[in-house]
């Protein structure tokens, strides 16, 4: 009896330690009083209370023991006590009713082993979502909706591209096929100085009218904000651009890329001209 009750005191002082351990590691996040709130209900709950507890209306819908490691999820790589630092690295994770569609969009591995490009550089990649909506397409059996997305994919440095990608219930698989054709879609934009675009030049894509000017350095960006978006991807800080007539976002990005891939550059021009290419900027403006 006395071994049994020596067991039963060393196992109340190893809970009461790790309680307090525990109160010590909230204390670091909650204030006094909310702590005192923390402890108060957890003391009200009792054994038994818990055991016959029901589900409630914002509870999970799935029955699930949280004490147990996930794979997927519980993927933690050091102690959360940096709040603001993630305690899991962030991914991409596909859900397990995806399939064939997720395999389509494909991981930064696969892309990589795709495009040639390195899985360190297609992470550094500045990504943005320009377009995503519902869409509908009207067939002889109906009406069948899908989910659509519209993409801009750069790294800064004047390597962009854009990519579309449709999936009939998730958007997110949408967004992933979009991402992998933006990067399989990446194209070098042409930059003066590495800054801005060559001159004051005008480009028409369908029924879109726009004009693109030379901006000094500076200037910064005074365009539309799919344009916007489209030159942070690229690396081009200094530009201002008019668009007349459609708004399409769309058409817009498509015909903005396709006039700045366009540009006429002037070692092209001197070539076709057969002249020599002269930079007087260092003689006369160092």
Not at 35 to 46: G, K
Not at 101 to 114: C, F, P, Y
Not at 172 to 196: C, G, S, Y
Request: hydrophobic residues 40%.
């Amino acid at each position: 009896m006395a071994h049994v009750g020596s067991t039963a005191a060393r196992a109340a002082r190893t809970a009461a330690g790790r309680r307090e351990e525990r109160l010590e590691r909230l204390s670091k996040y909650y204030s006094p009083s909310l702590l005192a709130a923390i402890t108060a209900t957890e003391q009200a709950v009792t054994p038994e209370l818990w055991a016959g507890r029901k589900p409630g209306k914002f509870g999970l819908t799935y029955a699930d023991d949280l004490a147990e490691h996930d794979p997927t999820f519980d993927h933690a790589v050091h102690a959360w006590e940096d709040m603001d630092q993630p305690r899991q690295p962030l991914g991409r994770y596909v859900p397990p009713g995806a399939g064939g569609a997720a395999a389509v969009a494909g991981s930064d591995e696969e892309l990589a082993a795709q495009t040639g490009l390195s899985a360190a550089y297609l992470g550094s990649l500045t990504e943005k979502v320009l377009v995503l909506k519902r869409v509908v397409n009207q067939t002889k059996l109906g009406k069948i909706p899908s989910q659509y997305s519209l993409m801009v994919v750069g790294d800064g440095n004047g390597m962009v591209g854009i990519g579309e990608g449709k999936d009939r219930e998730n958007a997110d698989v949408a967004i992933r096929k979009a991402r992998a054709a933006a990067i399989k879609n990446l194209q070098l934009v042409p930059r003066l100085e590495n800054r801005t675009v060559f001159g004051d030049f005008t480009h028409k894509f369908k029924t879109i009218q726009m004009e693109f000017r030379s901006r000094p350095a500076g200037f910064g960006l005074r365009v539309s904000p799919i344009i916007y978006e489209l030159c942070v991807c690229a690396g081009i800080k200094d530009l201002s651009a008019k668009i007349h007539s459609s708004r399409n976002a769309m058409n817009v990005a498509k015909g903005a890329l396709e006039a700045l891939r366009a540009q006429t550059v002037p070692e092209e021009l001197a070539a076709a001209r057969g002249k020599k290419l002269v930079d007087v900027r260092e003689t006369y403006f160092r």
